[in-house]
């Protein structure tokens, strides 16, 4: 069965300059979900879209910012990056609100940010 | 402020036994509990849910048991397999509204040995 994607699955990058992650959802799911995920942390919620609108946000900092476009693929954009910002983070997709009380999210691999 | 707790960051268990992860809520608002296993390098990987109008819900080797005035859930395993060796997250989400964020605990590394 087909799986959240996402790309890079690791990327490294220079304190200051800017990243932008890739999440293409499971085929007819709706709604995506982006986790941050420190060393020895749990996933902290970020941000969600359903039918390419905002539905949620988290602790995201400004320097961020996200969409989800019209084949419903989502793209997290990091500018101005910070050491802190090293973690890994993780797309989640689901049928959203068609079922009315939501679906299971299904997770992808993650990519793993490294800045130095 | 810890709304999902797993006081428990590891667990070691004989194979063919069976394994008991637990995980602890604060927010009453929470009604849908799910419980994914993470190996290194990859995302969490679902494996069961509940929702708070149960008391129990099992999937083959895995039950999960939901206790509201406690506002405790447990993931038993059994028989426990090596294979089963993983991170395991509990999460919670609150149904109402619009969004269905999850809440995750910070994991138990389980262990089973052969």
């Known amino acids: 069965a087909a799986g959240v994607i996402q790309s890079p699955r690791h990327l490294i990058k220079e304190k200051r300059e800017t990243a932008t992650l890739k999440c293409y959802p499971i085929p007819r799911h709706d709604t995506v979900y982006w986790y941050q995920q420190g060393p020895g942390q749990d996933p902290q919620f970020l941000i969600s879209?359903?039918?390419?609108?905002?539905?949620d946000k988290g602790s995201i900092p400004d320097r961020f910012s996200a969409q989800q476009f019209s084949d419903y693929h989502s793209e997290l954009n990091m500018s101005s990056l910070e050491l802190g910002d090293s973690a890994l983070y993780f797309c989640?997709?689901?049928?959203?609100?068609?079922?009315?009380?939501?679906?299971?999210?299904?997770f992808g691999p993650g990519t793993r940010l490294t800045v130095l | 402020d810890q709304q999902v707790k797993q006081n428990s960051p590891s667990l070691s268990v004989q194979e063919g036994r069976i394994s008991i992860l637990n995980c602890d809520y604060t927010?009453?608002?929470?009604?849908?509990f799910l419980w994914y296993k993470k190996y290194p390098a990859e995302g969490p990987t679902f494996l069961i849910s509940?929702?708070?109008?149960?008391d129990k819900n099992e999937d083959g080797r895995f039950t999960v048991f939901l206790n509201k005035s406690a506002k405790h859930l447990s993931l038993h395993i059994v028989p426990s397999q090596p294979g089963d060796s993983a991170v395991y997250f509990c999460a919670a989400r609150n149904s109402g509204g619009s969004n269905y964020k999850l809440t995750f605990g910070k994991g138990t590394l389980l262990t089973v040995n052969p």
């Open positions: 989640a997709s689901s049928q959203g609100l068609a079922g009315g009380r939501g679906d299971t999210q299904y």
């Open positions: 927010n009453s608002m929470f009604d849908y």
């Open positions: 879209f359903y039918e390419k609108m905002q539905s």
């Open positions: 509940i929702s708070s109008i149960k």
